[in-house]
């Protein structure tokens, strides 16, 4: 691998999990050359669209992300590159103007639903992710979340995940649980799992600094 930075895939379902698995390890490596690239920000732009249109935009779906891009990004850091990494407005339902610059760094997190849909995604991982938390939870999380902080109501997040984030979930992300080297049951909670993973990296971080 020489000096390349090394890639760990995180996924799994709204509400799983996988964005606490992914902090939990990148504040256990605080101080440390680590990142987390959210598949989030990846959106594609949607200006071109009315407002109307975006309005329709299944975010669930594998089409609605700009994956050549992320591709084109992650390749850049882990040869030491810095990038500019898109922001996505969700207010108006497309990319925003500006974009973070980010440098490069040793361990490159990539999170998100379907960053194992991919298989060239997967190609760039050195470990691969599956946070596996049962749906029940998951809608609670998501509905919980959305109440909170997006301001929605309970009827339209339940038509959402009726209609659109349960049917995408069961067709693009479960069925990429096959691609995972490590499967964390139970998401942030899961101690043994994420403790397994710092030491994990920290043997990485060992031998690069060794």
């Not at 990148?26 to 975006?54: C, P, T, V």
Request: aromatic share 8%; proline share 2%; hydrophobic share 35%.
């Amino acid at each position: 691998m020489g000096n390349q930075s090394i890639v760990i895939g995180i996924t799994g379902g709204t509400g799983s999990g996988k964005t606490s698995v992914s902090r939990s390890i990148i504040e256990y490596f605080s101080g440390k050359s680590i990142l987390m690239i959210e598949q989030d920000a990846y959106y594609k732009d949607q200006s071109h669209l009315s407002f109307e249109e975006r309005l329709n935009t299944n975010y669930d779906h594998p089409f609605a992300f700009d994956t050549d891009r992320f591709i084109k990004d992650i390749k850049a850091l882990q040869s030491g590159e810095a990038i500019k990494k898109p922001v996505y407005d969700y207010a108006n339902h497309t990319r925003s103007a500006e974009t973070i610059h980010q440098e490069s760094q040793d361990v490159i997190i990539v999170e998100g639903i379907l960053v194992l849909a991919d298989e060239r995604l997967r190609d760039l991982m050195d470990i691969k992710v599956y946070v596996d938390t049962d749906d029940d939870i998951r809608i609670i999380r998501r509905m919980l979340r959305d109440i909170k902080e997006r301001g929605r109501t309970i009827e339209s997040v339940i038509e959402q995940y009726t209609t659109v984030v349960k049917p995408m979930h069961n067709q693009f992300i479960e069925p990429t649980k096959k691609y995972a080297d490590v499967i964390i049951p139970e998401g942030g909670e899961n101690k043994v799992a994420i403790d397994l993973l710092q030491t994990k990296v920290s043997h990485f971080f060992q031998n690069k600094e060794g």
